[in-house]
């Protein structure tokens, strides 16, 4: 069976991080998705608080990363980024969040380049990515046998209409656990016949085994193959056709 592979944590100290959203919903989607590799989250609902958390007199936490939406009333990212930068905080390794795609390597004199955009919603891979460059991290990996037999052991299963797995499959996508388990829940209560197969899906979910529930998801996409008919078969209408049109053998 193929061995996937997925990030239970990483090597070092625990690093600390800094969110800063106005939105409440997007800062917990990077807790969510963050805190279980083992990360300390900080959050700040606009760019003042950020500030007067970090301060520049050394008084605030130390941390090792900012993530910062562009668009936050009052200053925004970009000028909360410069203040930052002038506080002291020269070399912090920070990723600009923006739901424009637009964005991402807007010129600027911050050293922020292409690669330090994330558009929203923020994909898990890309997070993960930036983390890595950003922080020289080297993630401890967990190797998870993928489904044996996934068709087969489906075949006893009611699994959910395809509208209602490809909107699951674009939240394991994104690492949204907390959208994950809201859905698996919808799901659960509109296909009540489907809840063995949902059952089966929110245990990987809780083990945060992500990579073997998009495996599962995709095998339930599948459409079913239905095996070629038996040209030898009786039963197949084919098989009867062309046995009626065999010559009879000769009477003896």
Known sequence: RPLAHRHTGYTGPRRRLLVVDNEEADRRLLVDRLAPLGFELLQAD???????????????????????????????????????????????????????????????????????????????????????????????????????????????????????????????????????????DAIDADHPASADFIHRLRTLARGFQLDTLAQLIAAALQPVAVPPADPADPADPSAKAAAADRPLPDAA
């Open 46 to 184: 606009s760019g003042a608080a950020a500030l007067a958390l970090l301060r520049g007199d050394g008084g605030g936490p130390e941390v090792g990363a900012v993530f910062l939406d562009l668009a936050m009333p009052g200053i925004d990212g970009w000028a909360t980024l410069r203040r930052l930068r002038e506080q002291g905080f020269e070399h912090l390794p920070a990723a600009i969040v923006s739901a424009n795609a637009f964005d991402k390597g807007l010129e600027n004199d911050l050293g922020i380049s292409a690669a330090d955009f994330l558009v929203k919603p923020v994909r898990m891979n890309e997070l993960l990515g930036w983390l890595q460059r950003a922080l020289a991290l080297q993630w401890i990996d967990e190797a998870e046998r993928a489904p044996a037999d996934t068709a087969a052991s489906l075949a006893a299963q009611v699994v959910p209409p395809t509208e209602s797995l490809r909107a699951l499959d674009e939240l394991v996508r994104l690492g949204y656990l907390r959208g994950i388990q809201k859905k698996l």
